[in-house]
């Protein structure tokens, strides 16, 4: 069985940083894309990062590059998401996916129901 956990979340003040961290069991964690998603009260799911099997590529959603880096751990089946400078619009669930293709922006529209379904989602608050 496949699942997916999220952890890290919290709340920060703006400016500051939060290291998210997914753990996948179940699954072959070094053939799969993996990114992260994040969906804020009353708004649709929106994709965050993603980053290729062998971390070789990665992709950013504009409002987000330069301030998050994504990493995975192929060993520990963990993928991570360094988040800084926050900003109280970063405030959201944040669910990481795991999927074939390649890590591009059109990986998220096309993802549908990731590899083993969706985490429970680790909440980031960010205070002005």
């Known amino acids: 069985q496949v699942q997916v956990m999220e952890s890290g979340g919290g709340l920060v003040q703006a400016g500051g940083s939060l290291r998210l961290s997914c753990t996948a069991s179940g699954l072959t964690f070094n053939a799969y894309t993996m990114g992260w998603f994040r969906q804020a009260p009353r708004k649709e799911r929106e994709g965050v990062s993603c980053i290729s099997w062998s971390a070789g590529s990665t992709y950013y959603v504009g409002s987000v590059k330069g301030r998050f880096t994504i990493s995975r751990d192929n060993a520990k089946n963990t993928l991570t998401l360094q988040m800084n400078s926050l900003k109280p619009e970063d405030t959201a669930m944040y669910y990481c996916?795991?999927?074939?293709?390649?890590?591009?922006?059109?990986?998220?529209?096309?993802?549908?129901?990731?590899?083993?379904?969706w985490g429970q989602g680790t909440q980031v608050t960010v205070s002005s």
């Open positions: 996916a795991a999927g074939s293709g390649f890590c591009s922006d059109s990986w998220f529209s096309t993802l549908g129901t990731p590899y083993g379904g």
